[in-house]
């Protein structure tokens, strides 16, 4: 079975298609932590994440090296499309966190792939709209909501997303360091560890520093910090 299949802007197209696609495109196994591509780089392909336990981070660093994460990527998810849309170059960072499966498209292969077949357009229109509708949402948090509420708001998205149930709650997937999730927000480590401590010992959640292993236990509250919009 080709793997776009199981790709979101890939589903539904004919599998001969994708396995055309697939025969002109190279499977990829980066390494954790080195650099898929970087900001400014030139954009000549799309990724698609194919398999792997990890993830692949998407995000910025300002000339004083502070971090922002823009989004998290995992199987079945694609990057690097708006450079290849648009003839720009690479908006922010792309690295690999942990072990991921990746399909390197070339770009002039998806933009054929974009003009011939309507479904595909379809499909990215409403993953483009999920986006504009996330990221809408984060920049009116940044203006009016306090930094716990917007915290609780990524940290809910996040476990949502790609968590796991367990006997003590909503555990993230992977690792994330204080200073990840600050780069969540662009805020501060200091900032954020007075943050865990207290929702620690609200017994919100369980945070093991060691294994920079987070996990939700009272998800209902920390929904009523963010309100009841969708997330």
Not at 48 to 76: C, N, Q, W, Y
Not at 94 to 100: D, F, H, I, S
Not at 175 to 189: C, E, H, K, N, V
Request: aromatic content about 6%; glycine content about 10%.
């Amino acid at each position: 079975m080709t793997a776009l299949l199981a790709v979101t802007p890939f589903k539904g197209i004919d599998p001969r298609e994708l396995d055309r696609i697939e025969a002109m495109s190279r499977i990829l196994e980066p390494r954790d932590g080195i650099p898929i591509f970087a900001e400014g780089d030139e954009a000549d392909a799309v990724y698609a994440v194919i398999g792997g336990t990890g993830h692949v981070r998407i995000g910025a660093t300002d000339r004083g090296s502070k971090g922002l994460m823009i989004e998290i990527f995992g199987p079945g998810d694609i990057f690097g499309e708006i450079g290849v849309i648009d003839g720009s170059t690479r908006s922010a960072d792309a690295l690999p966190e942990g072990r991921v499966r990746l399909l390197r498209i070339p770009g002039h292969v998806f933009l054929d792939a974009l003009n011939s077949h309507a479904l595909l357009g379809a499909n990215l229109s409403r993953m483009f709209a999920a986006r504009l509708r996330r990221t809408s949402i984060l920049f009116r948090d940044a203006t009016f909501e306090s930094l716990e509420a917007r915290l609780a708001r990524q940290v809910l998205y996040l476990g949502r997303r790609e968590g796991r149930r367990t006997e003590q709650g909503l555990q993230l997937a992977g690792r994330f360091r204080q200073s990840d999730l600050a780069d969540l927000l662009g805020a501060t480590t200091r900032s954020i560890i007075t943050i865990l401590n207290a929702w620690r010992a609200d017994g919100l959640v369980i945070y093991d520093a060691a294994r920079a292993q987070l996990t939700l236990c009272r998800e209902a509250e920390l929904q009523r910090l963010v309100g009841p919009e969708t997330i």
